[in-house]
């Protein structure tokens, strides 16, 4: 049987981008896609292809991230569901070789991609302390720690993977509650995962290049309200999972 994945995209004022991540999601091979496009009061609104595997909800204001990825969610019915940021773009395969793990595995309930000539510790890995949030916001690093895997792997473990490009079970979803809204921006990706984990479900990374996305960009204004609102998000988030269950360093798929 052909799986089902409904592929959920937020837009605000994205433009032409946006033509690009729904068209790869369109393009899918494999998988019985349908797109739910989230446009979050984008000045013009935005515009989606005429085909009914579409579907356009426009919001007057711009919710934030976790309202409106939960938003479009809640609007399919597919088992399995991608959160596709709108700057990405899938590759044909993409969404089957994303399947993998969890056809494979019953516990696994999330999985995210290697991107296009990124290394894997680029997107995923141990969740982010609060020293690697520091590092990371003054541009020392842009990586995040790895976890354990073997040589050949085609996937391993990760505490969480970027939310640019997340593959999960609906159930899962459900299970923990969904997105959590309290995050207007960030890093609402990061704290679905450790809830998920938490749930006692796995999180895995795919070796596969399946999609493209641009690499974190550096020298992110701090000192601006959008950039300390994220910071505000950041300590709420470090509070909140301060304790979370850690991969052992010895652990193996």
């Known amino acids: 049987m052909i799986a089902q994945v409904d592929v959920v995209v937020l837009t605000w004022n994205d433009g032409e981008r946006l033509a690009v991540a729904l068209d790869s999601a369109l393009s899918s091979s494999g998988v019985d896609v349908n797109v739910i496009v989230i446009d979050n009061g984008s000045d013009p609104p935005a515009s989606v292809p005429d085909d009914p595997r579409v579907r356009l909800v426009r919001n007057e204001s711009n919710r934030g991230v976790a309202a409106g990825r939960n938003q479009g969610v809640v609007v399919g ?61 003054l541009n020392w690093r842009s990586d995040y720690a790895t976890t354990p895997r073997r040589p050949g792997d085609r996937w391993w473990e990760v505490e969480f993977g970027i939310g640019a490009c997340q593959l999960f079970r609906r159930q899962a979803w459900v299970e923990v509650g969904g997105i959590d809204e309290d995050y207007f921006y960030g890093p609402e990706d990061v704290d679905f995962c450790l809830r998920v984990r938490a749930a006692g479900r796995r999180v895995v990374q795919l070796a596969d290049e399946v999609c493209a996305h641009p690499a974190r960009r550096r020298f992110r204004r701090v000192l601006t309200r959008r950039g300390l609102d994220h910071t505000r998000a950041i300590a709420r988030y470090l509070w909140r999972t301060r304790g979370h269950a850690r991969i052992p360093e010895t652990s193996a798929k």
Not at 92 to 98: F, M, S
């Open 77 to 137: 019915d597919a088992p399995f569901v991608l959160l596709l940021d709108s700057d990405a773009r899938l590759h044909t395969g993409a969404l089957a070789a994303l399947l993998e793990p969890m056809q494979d595995d019953d516990e696994v309930a999330l999985v995210v991609p290697t991107f296009t000539g990124q290394a894997s510790e680029a997107s995923a890995g141990r969740a982010p302390s609060a020293a690697r949030k520091v590092a990371r916001g």
